[in-house]
């Protein structure tokens, strides 16, 4: 059997910064996971700019970006395998042993740590229940945008997106400059879920009108689609009798949410966040089963790729001290965790704990849970403000992150709750 001291499962932006921090921190035996035909995971179809502002202060295209730690995997000696999918996890006298489809059949790899990082996948129709026939032509917007930019079709002419987030948006402007014609973006929320600046440069630019308040109400077409029934919403989500529009269309692409890859985790009895759907993590990114680490969107749902590669390192890191307290037969640093506390107006926050002995800076991330003007985030413990931020505007779309230094932490005794207030 294959022996690494770091199994890393997925070769995306997270996988990737993941393994090299492993290395970097001492594990001389790094192993990468790849199930598609080549590393970079999502980024390599995102052919678009925008990645990269804070990383490599920047402005760089999704392959870019990854092709600079695709470089650097290679110039540190990396191992990695494609065509690769892990389909088990098992633990056995203290290791975590590995099972894989690869080219060759069966593999079975023993590890001392594991790091999870396999990214997230769309929801389907199926998850939103559409009424009408199943013709062709309803495509999940990443699926059209793999077939565009990397597989050279173009998957309609005439297109409605369904979902404002930020892949829907991305994809009103690629299909508009591969020439089709996009009818409409509808969304059911009373806003946009994607980043201002999609809506800007993705929407407005090309005068692509965004339905707020609106759903698909039926899928015209057997063989083809030949339309949708829009309806207009109220503020229950409800249908609004008579306000129903037919949009002739033959593309119907899907942006209604990311859902993180996460069945190989709770097989393993890694505990998963009801929020986030991603595993529960500390501030080390571990799990809370030991030597399991996790890093990316398999933990939350992350709209910048420079974030994922932050919290890529810290995975990376800690798998690698982990290993190396383990082979000298030291104990990890003990677990003295508190809690994070989503509070009033926030919907998550990652990291779940932290442990206070640390003595590290930890960085928060979270989203509100709807659009807020000049307020503030707080942060109390014990009842009394630790910290807090005035922001002009937050939207739910957008991840919002705090600092709290380890000076801070040092006075951190018990958990913390993080809220919106009034400035
Ligand atoms: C359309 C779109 C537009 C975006 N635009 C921007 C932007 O403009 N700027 C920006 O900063 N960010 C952007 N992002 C976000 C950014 O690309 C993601 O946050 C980032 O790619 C997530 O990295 P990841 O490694 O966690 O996941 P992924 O990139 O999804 O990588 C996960 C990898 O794991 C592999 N995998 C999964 N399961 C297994 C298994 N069982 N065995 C082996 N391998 C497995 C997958 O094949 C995949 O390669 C965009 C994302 C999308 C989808």
Not at 19 to 48: F, T, W
Not at 206 to 226: A, E, M, W
Request: charged share 25%.
């Amino acid at each position: 059997m294959l022996k690494y001291n770091v199994v890393v499962i997925g070769g995306g932006p997270a996988g990737l910064g993941a393994a090299l921090e492993a290395k970097k921190n001492g594990c001389e035996k790094v192993l990468i996971i790849e199930r598609d035909r080549e590393l970079g995971g999502i980024l390599n179809q995102c052919i678009h700019n925008g990645f990269g502002l804070h990383e490599f202060k920047e402005e760089l295209t999704g392959p870019e970006y990854a092709g600079k730690f695709i470089k650097m995997i290679q110039e540190e000696n990396i191992d990695f395998m494609l065509n690769t999918m892990v389909l088990n996890i098992d633990e056995a006298n203290d290791e975590k042993i590995i099972s894989a489809m690869g080219e060759d059949g069966l593999i079975e790899i023993s590890a001392d740590a594991v790091i999870l990082a396999m990214g997230c996948r769309e929801r389907t129709r199926g998850a939103i229940d559409i009424p009408g026939y199943r013709p062709a032509g309803v495509y999940n917007a990443g699926a059209a945008q793999r077939f565009i930019n990397m597989e050279g079709y173009l998957v309609g002419k005439k297109v409605v997106i369904y979902g404002s987030g930020d892949i829907g948006l991305i994809m009103a402007r690629r299909m508009t400059l591969e020439g089709a014609k996009v009818q409409c973006v509808v969304e059911v929320n009373p806003h946009s879920s994607g980043l201002t600046r999609n809506i800007v440069q993705c929407l407005d630019d090309f005068n692509i009108p965004l339905k707020l308040q609106t759903c698909i109400n039926y899928i015209h077409g057997k063989d083809r689609v030949s339309g949708v029934t829009l309806a207009k919403l109220n503020d229950n989500r409800e249908v609004i009798e008579g306000s129903e529009e037919f949009i002739e269309c033959d593309t119907v692409l899907l942006s209604v949410g990311l859902i993180p890859e996460n069945e190989l985790s709770s097989g393993i009895g890694v505990n998963l966040d009801k929020k986030t759907s991603g595993p529960i993590v500390n501030n080390s990114m571990s799990t809370d089963k030991e030597g399991f680490f996790a890093c990316g969107n398999v933990v939350h749902v992350h709209d910048l790729v420079d974030f994922v590669t932050k919290e890529s390192r810290i995975a990376g890191k800690n798998a690698a001290l982990y290993v190396l307290n383990k082979k000298a037969k030291k104990k990890s640093s003990t677990s003295n965790n508190i809690k994070t506390v989503a509070s009033d107006g926030i919907g998550y926050v990652v990291p779940q704990y932290i442990n206070i002995d640390s003595n590290e800076d930890v960085n928060l991330f979270m989203r509100v849970r709807n659009i807020c003007t000049g307020k503030k985030l707080v942060v109390r413990c014990n009842n009394e403000v630790i910290f807090e931020k005035k922001r002009a505007h937050m939207i739910p779309s957008e991840m919002e992150r705090i600092n709290i230094n380890k000076d801070l932490l040092g006075k951190i005794d018990s958990d913390i709750y993080i809220s919106v207030e009034e400035v």
